[in-house]
């Protein structure tokens, strides 16, 4: 075989051409750096070197802090959220609720957040940056504060600000001066950012049992309050009820036993497959435990006379979660503006949002069927990966299903023990296929379709006179549910639909907007009010004579009937009663001519 010989002379010149091309190269570089240079000095430009984002270090809640540390959390209703309390209490943990922001809260998280947010990052975040420092009014150390408080709180991602909260939080409390401090946030689709071996909250089936059971109480005791009020012959005896019957849920919850599987009978049970889950869910499908109180509730609540003769429109609130939920400056006091007014509400539980989250991820199991997203694209699945793809896809169904079935079966436990008086949870599909021709289903962000669907769902079954959908300012899924309304309420002209975009002010313009809405919805009313007294054939005085005489209709949990065409609770009061009193031949007076 011939040796192929190199001449070492070559040799030198391909170096020296390696070299001439690397000179080269250098001295373009050399040229564009002083380039740049002379561009930067001539336009007063400061070269800085660039500082690249890292995820600040932040201090874990763990197991060992459990006994000397606060849980915080807030956002909802205050009924929610003194049963969340005392549910971790109930737990084992330290709990307590911030308060319902104000205005100040609102002023301080401009103060201290970044420019651009929504209302509701505003007013949440510094309500927690406001409550931190009434710590510290009270004597309170600022490192005292970091070691011995932990925020909780939920989180999201997608086309939606709400994603940034989590850092919102942190940039106010190191801008206040309590750097540091924890905040725990919840993802919607990640459970808990922490460690789960040493988590201080540990989220297991009790916590999720407790909680779902607070938020379930709390829709349930909300809504028949607002229910009982406008109609409350004695001024402020609603409230008293509602107050002492959260009193007796707090204890309640407080003092729920959980059964222990570290006691001698817990670890027999243990050595029985999935034994510690089949326990709890027996006792949760079968035990009455809660609903002893809402019995006891329901009581408290009959000491309340009420009035079902009067007039009153009644108004859907929908809209973005936060705005439609909480109690204060941050939907400018809404809730009692509207009943000051002379209006029902109809309040919108939570349960709603949590049977959306339960649907919208059965139909993303539905796009994933057969898909395995750790495998390249362009692999084949063999036929044993496709049967466990298969089998993946159906027991992801199934658990899916299950879900939603279990959470409406114990909110409906819940309904019964009151009457019903509360809304039966409106089916998820039923509102998808309401919505979908104007607000595609699978937009998501904010509450998706639910704003469209719930506003024809309840005027096309004569739930409402009017729909009042509150907003955050500039919130986009919410921006995009209003600019396909008109579509929605020309195709439905009896809807009577007003958006309102919640800011830190604005209250007059927002109240005097819902007022010319309001007077529309009341005149609806007053017109079918009247409709119905004239059908009955009998006056009104006769009416509420006969109810005056019949104490029993003056409970609050009487059953009334909904009839086709008749929106007012009011309305169908009286034809109920006229109908009765029919029955029993009671004579009308004669009518004057």
Not at 250 to 267: A, I, P, V
Not at 492 to 502: A, Q, V, Y
């Amino acid at each position: 075989m011939e040796t192929k010989t190199i001449d070492p002379g070559s040799i030198g010149v391909i170096d020296a051409r390696k070299r001439s091309e690397i000179d080269r190269e250098q001295l373009i570089k050399t040229m564009i750096l002083e380039e740049r240079k002379r561009l930067e000095a001539e336009h007063g430009i400061e070269n800085k070197k660039r500082e690249h984002f890292k995820r600040p270090f932040e201090n874990a809640f763990l197991k060992e802090h459990k006994e000397n540390t606060v849980i915080l959390f807030g956002g909802l209703t205050w009924k929610h959220e003194k049963l969340i309390k005392g549910a971790l209490e109930g737990l084992g943990y330290k709990a307590d609720h911030i308060p319902t922001p104000d205005k100040k809260s609102f002023q301080l998280g401009k103060e201290y957040g970044n420019n651009g947010q929504c209302n509701p990052t505003y007013f949440t975040v510094g309500n927690l940056v406001q409550f931190l420092q009434s710590l510290e009014n009270s004597g309170m150390s600022k490192q005292e504060i970091i070691d011995r408080y932990v925020f909780f709180t939920a989180g999201a991602c997608g086309p939606c600000r709400f994603g940034m909260y989590e850092a919102e939080y942190r940039l106010a409390l190191r801008n206040s001066g309590f750097d540091g401090f924890r905040v725990l946030l919840f993802q919607q689709t990640g459970g808990l950012s922490q460690e789960d071996a040493k988590a201080g909250l540990e989220m297991n089936l009790d916590f999720f049992l407790s909680i779902i059971n607070a938020m379930m109480v709390g829709d349930i005791i909300n809504e028949v309050a607002y229910r009982i009020r406008p109609f409350e012959v004695n001024p402020g005896d609603t409230d008293n009820a509602l107050r002492e019957s959260m009193d007796l849920f707090y204890e309640k919850f407080r003092n729920k036993k959980y059964f222990d599987f570290n006691s001698k009978l817990g670890n027999i049970l243990r050595k029985i497959p999935a034994s510690d889950y089949v326990t709890k869910f027996v006792d949760q499908m079968l035990g009455d435990y809660y609903l002893e109180t809402a019995l006891e509730a329901k009581r408290i609540f009959e000491r309340v006379e009420v009035d079902h003769t009067r007039m009153k429109p009644i108004v859907k609130i929908t809209g973005e979660f936060w705005a439609q939920t909480t109690e204060g400056d941050g939907n400018f006091n809404m809730f009692p503006f509207l009943e000051r007014e002379g209006a029902q509400v109809l309040v919108e539980p939570i349960a709603t949002w949590i049977m959306y989250m339960l649907h919208q991820a059965s139909l993303v199991n539905e796009d994933q069927k057969g898909i395995n997203v750790y495998k390249e694209a362009d692999e084949h699945h063999t036929l044993k990966e496709k049967l466990a793809l298969l089998k993946e896809y159906k027991l992801s169904r199934s658990v899916l299903a299950l879900a939603e079935k279990i959470f409406e079966r114990e909110y409906n436990r819940y309904r019964k023990a009151f009457e019903e008086i509360p809304h039966k949870l409106v089916p998820q599909s039923l509102l998808k296929e309401l919505a979908h021709d104007y607000y595609h289903s699978r937009v998501e962000g904010g509450e998706g379709h639910l704003e469209v669907g719930k506003s024809i769902y309840y005027t096309v079954n004569g739930l409402c006179h009017m729909v009042l959908s509150l907003k955050p300012f500039g919130c986009m899924p919410s921006t995009q549910s209003d600019g396909v309304q008109s579509a929605v309420s020309a195709k439905f002209k009896d809807m009577i639909f007003l958006p309102i975009e919640t800011s830190g002010e604005g209250d007059v313009n927002a109240h005097s907007r819902v007022q010319m809405a309001l007077g529309e919805a009341k005149a609806k009313a007053k017109l079918e009010y009247n409709e119905c007294l004239s059908k009955t054939g009998y006056t009104l005085s006769e009416i509420r004579a006969y109810v005056d005489a019949h104490p029993e209709l003056k409970n609050p949990f009487i059953h009334i009937s909904h009839r086709k065409g008749v929106v007012g609770l009011g309305a169908n009061f009286i034809l109920d009663v006229a109908e009765r009193m029919k029955n029993e031949g009671v004579k009308g007076s004669p009518k004057v001519a």
